[in-house]
């Protein structure tokens, strides 16, 4: 049972955030994962450790923690072998809890996670031909209450800590098989002639998970910095996309303090359609959000900001809508694209999708205006990974329904 209560917030205040950075556990160990190498010399001091021995100690875990990927201290071979137990003792490596696994017929994989204190959170991977996109939660539910969105019709619980995120990409490589395989020589350095990471699936990262990462902003800063850490997991800022429906006092800080490509869910282009679907529009304007996208730092024809689109049956998806975004992204010199998103349905949904035909012809009117209009392609619908269909609804199965579900999807088919 969680122990942790419901936030009470409406979505049009913003959510005090939660100061702690590291979720307590039963046993009293401290979880690493999450924590710089400056934290981790901390908590190594104050552990016991003198000040020199705890900063080659944090530089040593650090490596084995991020550029590694190990689960224990044991197979730090180049710690001794005395002081790997007194680790042990009084820290952990963690990962997020695996509730349940799924894969869908189009290769999507989602896994249903839950926190040290008992809360369920869910991450989806998506395979392509030439990149493998992680999707990844900031919190617990949600607080912007997007009509369209299931996971929106969750109540936010808490944010999830800087390792409860970056844990997330940990263990996607740990399923992925992704983690370099190098070795240590007898001086304790890392041997590269044997240091690869071949064949990578995982490339690229979006912040567009559950939760608004922008209402959670110190911990999603503190786990991106570690994801893009060249003596962590060392993936470019370049490779990963911030998604946010609109949180503008945060914006122009998540361009300076992490740097990384900047979507926007927007969603429609006339005040009352947007105040509905998307409410946090009350607070944070179109024009406004618009000119904090213009403002956006590293923004350019380079690095263009993605706007999200989601195609709502004759609620957003006129010629008309298509001819005011064009105008709109115009108005404001935007280096901008457009991804125009089929709705997924959801049990309770009250918007159908739009019709292929109008989908193509709102995507070709943006493209005559000199906007890319991709339409993305829905993946994961089977297993309720698509977008905007994260919610989890663990607590509607029993563990031993789950256990007979996984035994039948590992099933050997032959006769």
């Known amino acids: 049972m969680a122990d942790t209560t419901l936030m009470t917030i409406p979505g049009q205040v913003d959510p005090v955030p939660v100061a702690r950075d590291i979720t307590p556990r039963a046993d009293g160990r401290i979880d690493l994962i999450g924590l710089p190498r400056p ?122 800590t800087p390792g409860e995120i970056v844990g997330q990409v940990m263990l996607a490589r740990d399923a992925l098989g992704e983690w370099p395989k190098g070795r240590m020589n007898d001086l304790g350095e890392e041997d590269a002639g044997h240091y690869t990471a071949d064949g990578r699936l995982l490339t690229n990262i979006v912040m567009m998970g559950m939760g608004e990462p922008l209402y959670n902003f110190d911990h999603v800063r503190d786990a991106l910095h570690l994801v893009m850490d060249g003596d962590g997991l060392g993936l470019s800022k370049r490779r990963i996309t911030l998604s946010t429906s609109g949180v503008i006092p945060a914006m122009e800080r998540c361009g300076q303090e992490i740097g990384v490509n900047l979507a926007v869910s927007l969603h429609a282009v006339r005040k009352e359609v947007r105040d509905e679907i998307v409410p946090l529009n009350k607070k944070y304007g179109i024009e406004d959000l618009l000119q904090a996208c213009a403002d956006y730092p590293g923004a350019s024809n380079a690095r263009r900001i993605t706007f999200e689109y989601v195609m709502l049956k004759d609620k957003n998806d006129s010629d008309e809508d298509a001819r005011e975004l064009v105008r709109l992204l115009k108005a404001f010199n935007l280096p901008a694209k457009v991804n125009l998103i089929p709705f997924n349905p959801w049990p309770g949904a009250n918007y159908e999708c739009s019709t292929p035909e109008r989908i193509r012809a709102f995507s070709d009117i943006v493209f005559e205006g000199g906007i890319s209009a991709p339409v993305r392609t829905p993946r994961g619908r089977d297993i309720d990974a698509a977008c905007g269909q994260l919610k989890t609804a663990a607590q509607k199965k029993s563990r031993a329904q789950r256990d007979r579900e996984a035994a039948a999807s590992n099933a050997d088919p032959s006769p």
């Open 39 to 160: 934290r981790i010399r901390e908590l190594f001091e104050e552990a016991g450790l003198d000040a020199r021995q705890a900063k080659l100690r944090a530089k040593q875990v650090f490596h084995w923690l991020y550029h590694r990927g190990v689960t224990e201290f044991e197979t730090m071979t180049d710690i001794a072998k005395t002081m790997r137990p007194w680790l042990a003792e009084r820290f952990v490596i963690g990962r997020p809890n695996v509730v349940e696994a799924q894969h869908s017929t189009d290769g999507t994989r989602k896994w249903l996670l839950q926190t040290d204190d008992g809360h369920d959170f869910e991450m989806v991977f998506i395979p392509d031909a030439d990149r493998g996109t992680l999707c990844v939660s900031s919190q617990v539910g949600c607080t912007l209450n997007c009509t369209f969105c299931h996971t929106g019709t969750m109540r936010l619980v808490r944010n999830l």
